[in-house]
């Protein structure tokens, strides 16, 4: 089992920033590629992020790319997501995902590979 606990959402202004945090426990978080999701009211879960185990792999949704950036910490059992020029379409319940693969440099954008998941984060954008 890994737990993974999100942390760092709030309320902020079109053009703010916010730093999202998911400290893992349990297993060895060097098992794990990692990926943010999010899920705004009324709509499904979808894909915002993901780093590799190496991470030095990462890919984004065409929604954030170029405003998120996702990294992760292995000496610490980390990853962040740093979202930067906000919009209030970023606004949803974020999510930390990880998902368990042999591969050290492999990514994945489906929600049905990751195993474990966090509480979630509001993240909250007023325009």
């Known amino acids: 089992q890994v737990q993974l606990v999100e942390s760092g959402g709030g309320l902020v202004q079109a053009g703010g920033s916010l730093r999202l945090s998911c400290a893992a426990s349990?297993?060895?978080?060097?098992?794990?590629?990692m990926g943010w999701f999010r899920q705004a009211p009324g709509k499904e879960r979808e894909f915002v992020a993901a780093?590799?185990?190496?991470?030095?792999?990462?890919y984004y949704s065409n929604s954030v790319k170029g405003r998120f950036t996702i990294s992760r910490d292995n000496a610490k059992n980390t990853v962040n997501l740093q979202m930067n020029s906000l919009k209030p379409e970023d606004t949803a319940l974020y999510y930390c995902?990880?998902?368990?693969?042999?591969?050290?440099?492999?990514?994945?954008?489906?929600?049905?590979?990751?195993?474990?998941w966090g509480q979630g984060t509001q993240v909250t954008v007023s325009s």
């Open positions: 995902a990880a998902r368990p693969t042999p591969s050290y440099y492999s990514n994945s954008y489906s929600s049905r590979e990751y195993d474990y």
């Open positions: 780093i590799a185990i190496s991470g030095d792999s990462t």
């Open positions: 349990g297993r060895t978080f060097s098992n794990y590629a």
